[in-house]
Structure formats: C-alpha cells, structure tokens
C-alpha cells in the first residue's frame, strides 16, 4: 500500500503497511490495525485510497475494552481524488480496531465490489485538542445540519447543550449523535424504506387540520378528475378509484369513463366498479369510444363550477392526503394554477420503491423531459384557454398541456408540492410506448406552433420509467456573435498550455478570441509560452498585477473584450467535444437566459460538475459528483439541459450585456470561492434563468493551479466568503428550486434526506 501523510494537527497515529493485514475469509475488503492505537480522547480519522471508484464508505470498528462495540463504529463517506475526514471520540484506549471498505456492490446494486483490490494512499488518526474538536464539530453541524443551519458555532454549542440538559445527557453525546447525521446517507434505490419510516411519517397532517381544511366555507378548491377505463385498465381501476374515494379532502368530483367495448361485455370486475360509482354521488359514470387512458384532460362546460382539473390516470393512486396537500397549497396562495406532487412506483408486491423526487418549475428541463409526470392539477380556466391552440378544442393532452404552460406561467403561479403524493405502478410496454409517441408528438407540434427555433434532434428513453428526454440544437444567431474567453493564469505553463491548444484545436465555433489573463506569472518557459501563443490573432495577453483575486482578474478582462459573449474558463479546462461552445453559445443567446453552464469531468472521466445545487455543504456544491461519465444521474438528469440556480465559474458563458446588468463578479466580498454562485444569483435575481447542458463536454483538471485551502489563513478566507453568501442569499441557499427538500444538502449524490 501506498502512503502519503498529510501534516497532523497534533499527534497522529499513521497506519503503515506493516500494521494492515487482511481479515480473510469473507471480509475481502476488511483490513485490522496492529501495533500502535489511539489512547482515549478526540482524534480526526483520515482516509483516501488511490482509486474509490466503486467504493462508498470505510467503516472503522474499534474494541475500547468490551469487544467491538457498534455504538463506537465510524462510517466515513469515501470521496473520490480527496482526503475523506471525520472527527471521532473514543472513551479508553482503543485495544484493536479493524478498517472495512464498503463498495458498491454491498450497495445493493448489480455492480461488482473491488474492494478487494484497493489501495490505501493515506490514512491517520490525528489528535484534536478537545475545544478545537469541539469548534470543527460544531461548524460541520452549522454548515450541514438541518437544525443548526447558518448559525455560528458558538449558536451551535449552545443549543447542543440546552438539549442535553432537556434531555440529560452529556453535551458530547448529543453533539455526536447530531455530527453522526451529517455523514448519514440513504440511497434512493436502497434506504427508500428507511426514509418511509423516519421522514415521511412526520410529514403526515393532523386530523384536526384536515377537518378544518373540508370544513372551510367556501371550500378552497373543488377537483374534478377523469378515470378513463379500458379492457386493458379494467384491473387497475378499482384501486385508482378507491384511492380516490379515500382522500382526507372530500371536495372532488370523479367522470369515470368506461369504454364501449367494456359496457358491451359485462365482467365482475366492471360490475364492481360501476357499484362504486353508484354508491358515491361524487362519481359520474360516462360511455366513452377508444383513446390512450391517461392522457386527455377534459375541458368542456360541464365542469363549470370546478376549479382544477387533472386526470387520474388508472395505473396509479393517489396518497391519502393527495387532494388536502393540493387544496393547502390553494389556500395559501390563491392565484396557483398548476399544481404538481413527487411520486413514486408500487412493485408487484404493492410495496413503494424509486421515488421520483422532482424539482421546482424547471421550463427547460420540461422542454426535454416530462418530468412533472402524469398527475396534476390545472386550473380550469388556464386549461380552456390552452386549449383554445388545439385542433380538437375539447381534448388537451397532459404534456401538450404543460408545454404550452411554458409560456403563460412564472415560478409563482406553480406549485410544486414536495410530497409524495402519487403511486404509479409500473407501465407495460406497449402503453408504455404509446405513452413516448404521445409526448414526442406534443413536444413536435410546441416546437413548431411556438415558433421555437430548434431542431429535434433525438427521443430516447432514460433509465426512469415513464421519462424520456429530448435533444434539442438551438439555432446561433447569425452572423455568428464573437465569444471572449476569458482564462486567468499564473505560471502553471503545462496546463495553460493543455487549455489553451485544446481550444484552438478542437473548437468548432469560428468566431471567438481567448484573452489569457497573466496575474504575476515569473516562470521563464511561461513568458516564452506567452509570446508565442500570440502568434495566433484569436490569442491576446494581459497583465494583471496585483494579489490574486479571481473575481477582479475576470471583470478586467471583461472591460477588454471584443466579443458581447463573455466565457470565464479556468486554466485546467480541457476541451472534449468540440461543438462546446456552439453549443454554450446558442443558449446563451435566447434573450430569456442568463449564465450557461458545462458537463465538466475529473481526468479519470468521472462527473466533476453536472450543475451547482445550493446549500450543499452549507453554501453550495456540484451536482451528481463523481458520477459515472455515462451515468443518467437522478431522474435522468445527467443527460438533459435544464435550468439551475448556478453553475460553475470553470466554463461559463453569458452575454456581456448581462455580465454588466449585476455588476459582474464580486470581489470585493467574495475574491476566491463562490462568486461564480453568486453571480448566478444576481443573474436569476436580475430575472433571467440559468441553464446547465450536458452536451459541453470538457475535463477540469480541478486546482491544479491554485492549489487546495489547506492554510489556516485559506480556510479562514473561505469560512468569511461563506459566511457573506449566507448573510447576501440567506434561505435561498436552503431552498433551492432546481433541488427537492427531500434530497440531502450534505453530499452531492442526490441521496434521500
């Protein structure tokens, strides 16, 4: 095994070759600890291995006297190229202990588990003084805890100690409990039950609540749903309908619609549905010809008195609480007119699995995906006047529906209600099918009523059941706009150079000029490299000769550039697909979009970037990391543009205009970290959306420059610029549309909260 030690904080304990040996028999990745062991107090463990692919969590298992205590187990998310840490106590001296690796395929999954072949690049134990144990604790739980979100530390040991007071317990025994939560991780695949038992359950109203809803005069919505019954169906519409007449909120009403078909040859199974109906004055039977189940939504007058509309689709159910969550949200804000819900998939047993855990109004994510699903609730009125667009003024299919959405509605007339409210069984294939060409089919006739210049380019189904995703090329104004690249550099001529030469060589788009930004650069074969470069007309040099300061760096250049597309590209950015920044470009163009951003990956082609999602690690962290480079990500959305409320400062393309609109970068507050976040902010603030595309593909070979905040005046730098975007943004970091509350805010994976 290899080893590489970073400086101890104090004392350390290194594990050396000599004292790792294997445990055998079937705990291939399991290691134990011989020689010298930690003695009682705090200690920071310290992992990496040389290559975590496949690989999620060490688990440290330690005998302080009484054999192998789980309470005194640490499990330690493993993080891809980076030293994973976790501060541990141990209450006596450690008399053994035993390292087990984790891999995915203990996950559940269908992957095999390597574990057996890792090797251990570095590894520790170091010391902690007790307070500043204590400090580093109670900062991890004010950046990524839930409860203690944006508080100072201070705030946080305070707290921690009134509730061991409440509770009487020690202040250490809460506080660990709470950091132990941090590092918790439930996988939508495998910990879906566990957070059905711990979260959804809390999520339940009272039924005093309930009551007072139903009972409000006048009622703040009336439903009215549409179950469409065919020979195929039949089965499944009795727990749909039941599903329905078991709603919490009782103002709906149901046209139950049964083919002709069906009423021809009479079954028990129809028999027992048109009971239903008749015993429910609610439910309104119908005769109705052929058509998909599933996909039309009624708009005619004798839904007068109706508020929202929606179809129940037969392969489904709604939750319990389905119709009071929507008449909630209602009474909370009158002016809605879309409402949509999570959902999840029944398996053959009826247990609930895959939950779909969806974001806020995302309209260029809608663009491709019809991810807000099959249920939801439109308002009657904005339903008829869609409709008006349709050949067949009576019918609206849902995702024609949606579409047209796009253009009548902000953010503030929809709401996405962050429950999972909907349970879909699985589709057969065949409807599954007709379900795909449907929405094609919409998305095609949008396209071309709307005037969108974009040419469908692919239709294909992602690894979700029920979304399939678009390509679309957006048309380059012509003649093409000059794009200025702006690339901030000092010294580091290796990867200047990798940057650069990949971007003249490979970058189809003809019109652009790189404005490399020199901020002190004194290595001889730099300056050489410089003056060569220039050679080139689309390459020109600048002197910035001041402290380093990535915000200050990038608004110089700003004020040199030709073009009215600016691009700010790291210097260890390299370029893989070269219709990158046609592609950045055609988005940066619609008049609608602010900054754009790239699928950036690490040099051993996994997801270093796929998006920024706010308030990860208590400001902001990168979407799907260390992602396969062919994974689909959650919900497809690795392989799909959409909107998102930042995207990294590495590779990003924005019109100058807007650039200047918010006062370009900010350096007075933010000179290092996060003021490409920032700027995103102020951009969406300023009322434009921001946009991530899975189709600019480029390596980030990430600070290899300007190296890692491993100084004490570095993290203490970082903790300000942390601190200023929580004081600037405040719950927005906390909030953010393009995520789902339901997902975790403390790793990057789309884990379940």
């Not at 979260?199 to 009622?219: I, M, N, T, Y």
């Not at 974001?359 to 939801?376: E, F, I, K, R, T």
């Not at 690894?463 to 012509?478: D, F, H, Y």
């Not at 650039?659 to 290092?672: K, P, R, S």
Request: glycine residues 8%.
């Amino acid at each position: 095994m290899s080893q590489s030690f970073m400086r101890p904080l104090r004392s350390f304990v290194r594990l050396q070759p000599s004292t790792l040996s294997p445990l055998g028999g079937d705990k291939k990745s399991a290691m134990a600890w011989h020689g010298r062991l930690p003695g009682k107090g705090w200690y920071m463990l310290e992992f990496q291995l040389a290559e975590a692919t496949g690989a999620r969590h060490l688990l440290l298992r330690v005998d302080c006297g009484n054999g192998f205590d789980p309470a005194l187990s640490v499990t330690l998310p493993l993080r891809q190229g980076k030293v994973a840490k976790r501060i541990c106590f141990f209450p006596a001296r450690v008399r053994a202990a035993e390292l087990e690796i984790i891999g995915s395929g203990d996950a559940g999954t269908n992957e095999p588990d390597p574990a057996a072949g890792y090797q251990v690049s570095h590894c520790c134990l170091a010391w902690l003084a007790p307070h500043f144990a204590r400090d580093r604790l109670c900062q991890r739980l004010a950046n990524m805890h839930r409860n203690f979100r944006g508080q100072s530390s201070r705030a946080v040991s305070k707290a921690l100690k009134r509730e061991a007071t409440e509770h009487g317990r020690s202040w250490r025994s809460v506080a660990l409990m709470h950091y132990s939560e941090t590092f918790h991780k439930r996988c939508p695949e495998t910990g879906y039950a566990e957070w059905l038992a711990q979260v959804e359950v809390g999520q339940f109203p009272q039924s005093e609540d309930v009551a007072a809803l139903a009972a409000s005069e006048p009622p703040p919505a009336l439903f009215t749903l549409r179950l469409r019954v065919a020979s195929h169906t039949l089965d499944s519409a009795w727990p749909a309908l039941r599903s329905l007449k078991s709603q919490s909120y009782p103002h709906w009403r149901l046209y139950l619609e049964v083919s002709a078909d069906l009423l021809a040859a009479p079954s028990p199974a129809l028999t027992r549905l048109q009971e239903a109906a008749l015993g429910d004055k609610r439910v309104i039977l119908q005769e109705r010809g052929g058509g998909l189940s599933g996909q039309r939504l009624c708009t005619s007058e004798e839904s007068a008195d109706t508020h929202f509309v929606s179809e129940l689709p037969p392969v489904g159910r709604l939750h319990t609480h389905a119709l009071y969550f929507a008449a909630k949200a209602i009474a909370q804000n009158s002016g809605l007119q879309l409402l949509y819900t999570d959902a999840d998939t029944l398996n053959r047993a009826g247990g609930r699995e895959a939950p779909l855990f969806r974001p806020a109004w995302n309209p260029d994510l809608l663009l491709v995906s019809s991810y807000v699903g099959q249920c939801c609730f439109f308002r009657r009125e904005l339903l008829q006047r869609i409709s008006r667009g349709f050949p067949a003024a009576k019918e609206v299919t849902i995702y024609g529906a949606l579409l047209r959405c796009r253009e009548l509605l902000t953010a503030d007339d929809v709401s996405h209600i962050p429950r999972v409210l909907y349970h879909q069984k699985v589709i057969p294939v065949a409807d599954q099918q007709l379900l795909e060409s449907a929405e094609k089919n919409a998305l095609k006739h949008y396209l071309a009523d709307a005037g969108i210049q974009t040419e469908l380019e692919g239709w294909q189904s992602t690894e979700v059941q029920g979304t399939p995703s678009a390509r679309l090329r957006w048309a380059i104004p012509k003649p093409e706009p000059m794009v200025s690249l702006l690339v901030p550099t000092r010294d580091g001529v290796d990867i200047l150079r990798q940057c650069v030469d990949s971007i003249l060589q490979k970058t189809e788009y003809p019109n652009y000029e790189i404005l490399i930004l020199d901020n002190q650069s004194r290595c001889s074969e730099t300056l050489v490299y410089f003056q060569e470069v220039q050679r080139d007309s689309r390459v020109r040099v600048y002197q910035w000769n001041h402290s380093f300061n990535y915000s200050a760096i990038n608004n110089f250049g700003a004020t040199l550039a030709r073009g009215s597309v600016l691009g700010l590209i790291n210097n260890d950015i390299e370029v893989i697909t070269p219709g990158w920044l046609c592609e950045m470009v055609a988005h940066a163009c619609r008049e609608e979009i602010g900054c754009v951003g790239a699928k950036l990956y690490y040099g051993n082609d996994t997801v270093q970037h796929g998006g920024v999602i706010l308030g990860i690690g208590g400001t902001a962290g990168h979407s799907h990391k260390y992602a396969r480079r062919d994974a689909a990500g959650y919900m497809g959305r690795l392989q799909v543009v959409q909107n998102l409320s930042a995207v990294t400062g590495a590779c990003l393309v924005l019109r100058k205009s807007v650039f200047e609109q918010v006062g370009g970068l900010n350096e007075a507050d933010l000179a290092i970290a996060y003021n490409d976040v920032d700027l995103c902010l102020k951009v969406r603030e300023a009322g434009y959306r921001n946009l991530w595309t899975p189709y600019a593909e480029l390596y980030h070979h990430e600070s290899v420059s300007r190296g890692a905040d491993d100084t004490t005046a570095k993290r203490r730098r970082a903790q300000r610029e942390a601190d200023y975007m929580r004081r600037r943004w405040g719950d927005q970091l906390d909030t953010d549309p393009a995520y789902n509350p339901n997902l975790t805010l403390i790793h990057e994976d789309f884990s379940l909260a």
